[in-house]
Antibody, heavy 122, light 107 residues
Framework: QVQLVESGGGVVQPGRSLRLSCAAS????????MHWVRQAPGKGLEWVAV????????YYADSVKGRFTISRDNSKNTLYLQMNSLRAEDTAVYYC???????????????WGQGTMVTVSS | AIRITQSPSSLSASTGDRVTITCRAS??????LAWYQQKPGKAPKLLIY???TLQSGVPSRFSGSGSGTDFTLTISCLQSEDFATYYC?????????FGQGTKLEIK
């Protein structure tokens, strides 16, 4: 079945780095734009980043620009989020999500992973 | 960035009621708006995209309308499983942005 599974979350000190992964299965990963969305404890949803289906274009939220990098390996059906210079305010559940339409630049998100928790604390 | 103002932030209703949630965009976004439902500890679920198109498998008691800057999500005849938090999202331009959420509670 169509599935996204995140991994890589954990507890990290401020200023350190962490890399999240999102393994896709059940669909042609290389045909879809992919996103990261986060949710701080008790708060709403915040879009983080997008990468085009072929990796040719990427956009970021202002809150993470210059610190986070989204990437993908279509041969491994895996999406990544490299998070550097982490701050306490980056503490959140991080979800990966699939853009609904193939090869489209903008999309609603029709498939979501279960999320992975990142806690930034000393 | 386009700001999305969602209201109300919370709403109490009873099973069988009809409820409406609204979202207003700070600039025109055509019909590039989606609605999601989220239950505690779970990932969001896509309900409606393109402002008014029902996602496959979503019950027909959910409906969406609007274009430009003003949008609504209506749930007719609330069921017990509908009590959750709802978010709207614009995907007209990046950064994509979400509304603040509406927590729908049982009266």
């Amino acid at each position: 079945q169509v599935q996204l599974v995140e991994s890589g979350g954990g507890v990290v000190q401020p200023g350190r780095s962490l890399r999240l992964s999102c393994a896709a299965s059940g669909f042609t990963f290389s045909s879809y734009g992919m996103h990261w969305v986060r949710q701080a404890p008790g708060k709403g949803l915040e879009w983080v980043a997008v990468i085009w289906y072929d990796g040719s274009n990427k956009y970021y939220a202002d809150s993470v620009k210059g610190r986070f990098t989204i990437s993908r390996d279509n041969s491994k059906n895996t999406l990544y989020l490299q998070m550097n210079s982490l701050r306490a305010e980056d503490t959140a559940v991080y979800y990966c999500a699939r853009g609904k339409r193939v090869f489209a630049e903008s999309n609603a998100f029709d498939i979501w992973g279960q999320g992975t928790m990142v806690t930034v604390s000393s | 960035a386009i700001r999305i103002t969602q209201s109300p932030s919370s709403l109490s209703a009873s099973t069988g009621d009809r409820v409406t949630i609204t979202c207003r965009a700070s600039q025109g976004i055509s019909s590039y708006l989606a609605w999601y439902q989220q239950k505690p500890g779970k990932a969001p679920k896509l309900l409606i995209y393109a402002a008014s198109t029902l996602q496959s498998g979503v019950p027909s008691r959910f409906s969406g309308s609007g274009s430009g800057t003003d949008f609504t999500l209506t749930i007719s005849c609330l069921q017990s499983e509908d009590f959750a938090t709802y978010y709207c999202q614009q995907y007209y331009s990046y950064p994509s942005t979400f509304g603040q959420g509406t927590k729908l509670e049982i009266k």
